[in-house]
């Protein structure tokens, strides 16, 4: 017998936008419906009140992910994005503030203890800050690493590399040399247009002929019966190979194959050894 249960599979997002609007109240600042999902933009010190409303007024019980978004040219250059998911309505959300490089961003550890490793995380790779967690050390990057990677103003080939050496025994950091331009981050979108010409784009700009030039008779084109003429003629044709050998001579003998006389000396080798007596029966 089917079970029935009243809950849907999913809640619908057709309403959810003015519900969460209305409960968050002054801690929003904007909230935006794209691609059939909810976005929400809150106040950056308002962040743990606003996860708090939702985590316990709303079934937005788990905390996904948290991720982090660079755009250099803003003020505030860092989006710190938290991933919410509710299992009651099987709902998710997404819910956002933004920061600069010296404005920390009140930890969430306080409501879902797996925030301490996704700031960490953010920590690293972006350099965002976290005020109220008590281990915000890199994670992902080993230590005395210098820099945050997924920052667009970091080069795409790094400072320093890593080696093992063997005089010293240990692992050392030697800075980079390299001679290509992959230093700086220009921030410039090739399919926007960039302010350079592309690599194999030199030739995109070339003007179009005015006047193209044509053929209007066979005889600007090289082509006619002379040509064709021509084109008949044997280039060999007075090639010692292209005379008359003279009188007919027999074909040679066909010569023994590899496999024939390899098949016959191995029989000669046989009997040999058979015929010869081994030098230990020799008296």
């Known amino acids: 017998m089917a079970v029935l249960h009243s809950a849907p599979r999913f809640r619908l997002i057709d309403g959810l936008k003015a519900a969460l609007t209305q409960a968050l109240d002054d801690h929003l600042v904007e909230a935006d419906e794209e691609h059939g999902e909810l976005l929400l933009t809150v106040k950056r010190d308002s962040i743990e009140d606003a996860l708090r409303i939702l985590r316990d007024n709303h079934d937005y019980q788990q905390l996904m992910e948290i991720a982090g978004v660079d ?8 989006e710190v994005v938290y991933m919410l998911l509710s299992l009651t ?11 600069s490089e010296d404005t920390p ?3 969430v550890t306080t409501l879902w203890p797996n925030a301490g490793w996704l700031e960490r995380e953010v920590f690293d790779m972006y350099g965002v800050l976290f005020s109220g967690n008590t281990d915000l050390r ?10 945050h990677p997924f920052r667009k103003d970091f ?7 890593l080696r093992y050496s063997e005089d ?9 040399e390299l001679a290509q331009d992959l230093r700086q981050f220009d921030f410039m979108s090739p399919w926007e247009g960039a302010d350079y010409v592309l690599p194999g784009d030199e030739k995109a700009d070339t003007p179009p002929v005015d006047d193209p030039k044509t053929t209007e008779s ?8 002379k040509a064709d003429a021509k084109a008949a003629e044997k280039v060999s044709a007075d090639a010692p190979a292209g005379k008359d050998g003279g009188e007919a001579t027999d074909a040679p003998e066909p010569t023994e194959d590899r496999h024939a006389r390899a098949k016959r000396e191995g029989k000669a080798t046989d009997t040999a050894e058979a015929t010869e007596p081994r030098k230990k029966d020799r008296p």
């Open 105 to 107: 961003v009140p930890t």
């Open 218 to 225: 066979p005889k600007q084109t090289g082509a006619g019966a």
């Open 89 to 99: 309505s099987n709902s998710r959300i997404m819910v956002k503030c933004t920061a």
């Open 155 to 161: 080069p795409l080939t790094g400072y320093h590399e």
């Open 168 to 176: 010293e025994k240990r692992v050392v950091y030697e800075p980079v």
């Open 138 to 147: 890199r994670i992902l990057t080993d230590y005395g690493f210098e820099g």
């Open 71 to 78: 755009y250099p040219s803003r003020a505030e250059r860092f």
